[in-house]
């Protein structure tokens, strides 16, 4: 309903003559990122606890996620969902931050990977990510899907991903994601 509401109106059309398809890329299962039938907007919605987030460009692929940050033991997720090379960095986090840190990495990863429009269909894949600066000055995603480090999204590959951090009050991390202007 929140997707029809601002897709309409964006469009200026009633809700009930918006069109989603979510399709799986890869499977065709109603499972994957929403698609505007008809349309060059592109969507990414995310929700978590009382927190809903919802990101809409015009013909750029977005990402967007948001985390509340739950009491759970973050350091064996960490283990899981972290390369070698966060996870070090994720350790050198004061024990009494981790937990807002883990969160607030993942909702980078996950932004990610809904702009791209894969999820994380096979596993977490996009295991290393970073934000650098970029030679324009502007902060630039950097992330390794197998080890080796690359500025640039699977599909298409000359691609180049840019990635902001919102904040949001009560601390629930928030990323978004999407391809910078060619």
């Known amino acids: 309903a929140l997707i029809r509401g601002v897709v309409a109106a964006e469009l200026g059309i009633a809700p009930a003559e918006v069109v989603l398809d979510s399709s799986c890329f890869d499977c065709g299962k109603p499972h994957g990122k929403p698609r505007v039938v008809g349309s060059t907007l592109e969507v990414s919605i995310s929700h978590s606890g009382e927190w809903v987030a919802l990101a809409m460009t015009d013909g750029v692929p977005v990402g967007i996620d948001v985390e509340e940050v739950r009491d759970t033991e973050v350091d064996g997720l960490a283990g899981i969902c972290f390369s ?39 596993g977490v894949w996009i295991r290393d990510v970073g934000v650098v600066q970029n030679s324009w000055g502007r902060p630039e995603v950097v992330y390794s899907p197998r080890g080796e480090r690359v500025r640039r999204s699977c599909a298409p590959p000359s691609r180049r991903w840019t990635w902001r951090s919102c904040a949001w009050p009560a601390g629930a991390p928030c990323g978004c994601s999407k391809p910078m202007p060619r």
């Open 84 to 122: 070698p090379s966060e996870l070090t960095t994720f350790e050198s986090v004061p024990a009494a931050d981790r937990r807002g840190a883990f969160f607030t990495y993942w909702a980078r990863k996950e932004a990610i990977v809904k702009a791209m429009g894969t999820g994380f269909a096979h």
